[in-house]
């Protein structure tokens, strides 16, 4: 019963981990580009992409050069906004 208990509840927790390790491997990438995680990921829903955290973590890591092309677009959304 112990066992199902930890499982249940470590199920929940690396979901967790998981999310915070992209959020700040996203947050990284953003500052290395002049934004800040908040401010990027604004952009990026005013821009209107739709990729969630795992896939730009992911080119944050793999492809930096679109990571910055994203970048730019989510700028220029942002700035468009004010």
């Known amino acids: 019963m112990r066992a199902l208990?930890?499982?249940w509840r470590?199920?929940?927790r690396r979901k967790r981990d998981f999310r915070r390790?992209?959020?700040?491997?996203?947050?990284?990438a953003a500052r290395q580009e002049g934004?800040?995680?908040s401010a990027f990921m604004g952009g990026l829903r005013k821009a209107g992409v739709?990729?969630?955290r795992?896939?730009?973590a992911?080119?944050?890591m793999n492809e930096p050069r679109s990571f910055a092309r994203l970048a730019?677009?989510?700028?220029?959304a942002g700035s468009a906004g004010c």
Do not use: Q
Request: charged residues 35%; proline residues 0%.
């Open 5 to 7: 208990r930890y499982a």
């Open 10 to 12: 470590d199920r929940r």
């Open 21 to 28: 390790l992209w959020v700040v491997r996203i947050g990284a």
């Open 35 to 37: 934004m800040t995680y």
């Open 50 to 52: 739709r990729l969630n």
């Open 54 to 56: 795992k896939v730009l």
């Open 58 to 60: 992911e080119m944050a």
């Open 72 to 76: 730019e677009l989510a700028r220029r």
